[in-house]
């Protein structure tokens, strides 16, 4: 039995806001399945984030609906959970993904957290946020149970892990249940390979550049999804990288021999399929930005899908600011720090949940969880204050007149 594990496709992401980025995540979306296909596995499991968002466009659905037909008729299901980006934090939403379980798509959702796929038992959880972390162990330990079952099995997950992942986790490598034997993840757009228990742990990682800070474990890792061959009891993991087709490229040019330099990125470019994005270092410049700006533009611009200049002025010396990770206080850590002060670990996680939503301008999504926070934690002085406040008084007819008015008003 061999099972293909993607995660992190991001369909619909238009990077920076560019037409082309859309397409590119949509080509490499289908030459995925296309290999997943060669690799003539027995099913496929998607860890989340299929789509960039809860609301896809008809052509991300589309490119999807596209992709898992093409599975199908190879006789190839799909199991999928839904990501942080593909879910809206309400308790009445659905993901996207359900809209393709009458194509024989495999939700595992809190309804539906287990399947058999023949001797292989698969079980799952869709993303939940920090603040719901209590929730999310509760239910990992039902599985664990469950697992405890069957000699093979898969847990799916899509969340942070401290071990692989900045202070954002979600969970704590030992609040795993460490029964499992494939540990399906995603969220961490890096391709990570590692034991666990006496499994195996992977985040296949995203199959596009979603963020140029990917460049460097795309340079060593490829972008692509694994291969898992289950026949033994311990899988063996197998790293198919899928080229993407957009070249991105880093270069540093000097001021005094602009001119040179450019015309040699020139000469690497002009023959390439699809137009580079280009991140360029200007180095030594003395005081004309502008006919850096102007030549750049002349001679890259029709080559280039974008270009993205960062300008260092002579004189100034490059200091190597030696940043130590562990003591440098970006807003999330400083955020932490003084929410901490408070000895309360839920209030921590609400406050860095509402924080990553508000930075999102993801405002329904915050007050959600606010108010699921103080359902569970104050309910109870809630119900005590409602029985002392009057009842609202009910809507008076001018009031109905008003919107009447109103409604009127628009259809004219
Ligand atoms: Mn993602």
């Given at each position: 039995m061999k099972f293909a594990h993607l995660a992190d496709?991001?369909?619909?992401?238009?990077?920076?806001?560019?037409?082309?980025?859309?397409?590119?995540?949509?080509?490499?979306?289908?030459?995925?399945?296309?290999?997943?296909?060669?690799?003539?596995?027995?099913?496929?499991?998607?860890?989340?984030?299929?789509?960039?968002?809860?609301?896809?466009?008809?052509?991300?659905?589309?490119?999807?609906?596209?992709?898992?037909?093409?599975?199908?008729?190879?006789?190839?299901?799909?199991?999928?959970?839904?990501?942080?980006?593909?879910?809206?934090?309400?308790?009445?939403?659905?993901?996207?993904?359900?809209?393709?379980?009458?194509?024989?798509?495999?939700?595992?959702?809190?309804?539906?957290?287990?399947?058999?796929?023949?001797?292989?038992?698969?079980?799952?959880?869709?993303?939940?946020?920090?603040?719901?972390?209590?929730?999310?162990?509760?239910?990992?330990?039902?599985?664990?149970?469950?697992?405890?079952?069957?000699?093979?099995?898969?847990?799916?997950?899509?969340?942070?892990?401290?071990?692989?992942?900045?202070?954002?986790?979600?969970?704590?490598?030992?609040?795993?249940?460490?029964?499992?034997?494939?540990?399906?993840l995603g969220h961490i757009h890096n391709y990570i390979n590692d034991n666990f228990g006496n499994g195996k742990l992977v985040y296949p990682g995203s199959s596009e550049v979603w963020k140029t800070n990917e460049l460097k474990d795309y340079k060593e890792n490829g972008k692509g999804f694994v291969v898992v061959d289950f026949d033994g009891p311990k899988p063996v993991v197998k790293r198919v990288k899928v080229d993407i087709s957009r070249t991105f490229i880093e270069r540093s040019l000097d001021y005094n021999k602009l001119e040179s330099g450019v015309a040699g990125l020139k000469e690497t470019i002009v023959g390439f399929d699809k137009k580079p994005i280009l991140d360029l270092k200007i180095n030594n410049v003395e005081s004309d930005t502008n006919r850096v700006y102007e030549l750049i533009k002349e001679e890259l611009g029709e080559l280039s899908l974008m270009i993205r200049p960062t300008f260092n002025m002579a004189g100034e010396e490059d200091i190597d600011v030696i940043i130590n990770q562990k003591d440098s206080l970006g807003p999330v850590e400083i955020l932490k720090e003084q929410l901490e002060g408070y000895g309360d670990d839920s209030v921590t996680r609400l406050g860095l949940d509402v924080y990553n939503y508000l930075s999102k301008d993801k405002i329904d999504e915050a007050d959600d969880i606010l108010n699921q926070f103080f359902d569970e934690y104050y309910h109870s002085e809630i119900r005590e204050n409602e029985l002392k406040t009057e009842d609202e008084p009910e809507p008076s007819d001018e009031d109905h007149k008003d919107v009447q008015v109103t409604f009127r008003e628009v259809l004219e």
């Amino acid at each position: 039995m061999k099972f293909a594990h993607l995660a992190d496709t991001h369909l619909g992401y238009r990077q920076f806001g560019l037409i082309e980025r859309e397409k590119d995540f949509y080509e490499v979306f289908e030459k995925v399945i296309d290999k997943i296909i060669e690799e003539k596995v027995d099913f496929v499991i998607h860890s989340g984030d299929l789509f960039e968002t809860a609301r896809p466009s008809p052509m991300a659905l589309l490119t999807f609906q596209k992709g898992l037909l093409k599975l199908k008729g190879a006789g190839i299901p799909m199991y999928a959970i839904a990501g942080n980006h593909d879910i809206v934090m309400r308790n009445d939403s659905i993901p996207p993904q359900v809209i393709f379980k009458k194509l024989g798509l495999k939700v595992i959702s809190p309804i539906n957290t287990t399947y058999m796929h023949g001797d292989i038992f698969i079980a799952g959880l869709p993303f939940y946020p920090s603040s719901q972390v209590k929730n999310l162990k509760s239910k990992l330990a039902d599985l664990s149970k469950k697992a405890a079952k069957h000699e093979k099995s898969i847990l799916v997950l899509h969340q942070g892990i401290d071990k692989y992942f900045g202070p954002n986790f979600e969970l704590e490598i030992g609040d795993l249940p460490d029964n499992f034997n494939y540990y399906a993840l995603g969220h961490i757009h890096n391709y990570i390979n590692d034991n666990f228990g006496n499994g195996k742990l992977v985040y296949p990682g995203s199959s596009e550049v979603w963020k140029t800070n990917e460049l460097k474990d795309y340079k060593e890792n490829g972008k692509g999804f694994v291969v898992v061959d289950f026949d033994g009891p311990k899988p063996v993991v197998k790293r198919v990288k899928v080229d993407i087709s957009r070249t991105f490229i880093e270069r540093s040019l000097d001021y005094n021999k602009l001119e040179s330099g450019v015309a040699g990125l020139k000469e690497t470019i002009v023959g390439f399929d699809k137009k580079p994005i280009l991140d360029l270092k200007i180095n030594n410049v003395e005081s004309d930005t502008n006919r850096v700006y102007e030549l750049i533009k002349e001679e890259l611009g029709e080559l280039s899908l974008m270009i993205r200049p960062t300008f260092n002025m002579a004189g100034e010396e490059d200091i190597d600011v030696i940043i130590n990770q562990k003591d440098s206080l970006g807003p999330v850590e400083i955020l932490k720090e003084q929410l901490e002060g408070y000895g309360d670990d839920s209030v921590t996680r609400l406050g860095l949940d509402v924080y990553n939503y508000l930075s999102k301008d993801k405002i329904d999504e915050a007050d959600d969880i606010l108010n699921q926070f103080f359902d569970e934690y104050y309910h109870s002085e809630i119900r005590e204050n409602e029985l002392k406040t009057e009842d609202e008084p009910e809507p008076s007819d001018e009031d109905h007149k008003d919107v009447q008015v109103t409604f009127r008003e628009v259809l004219e």
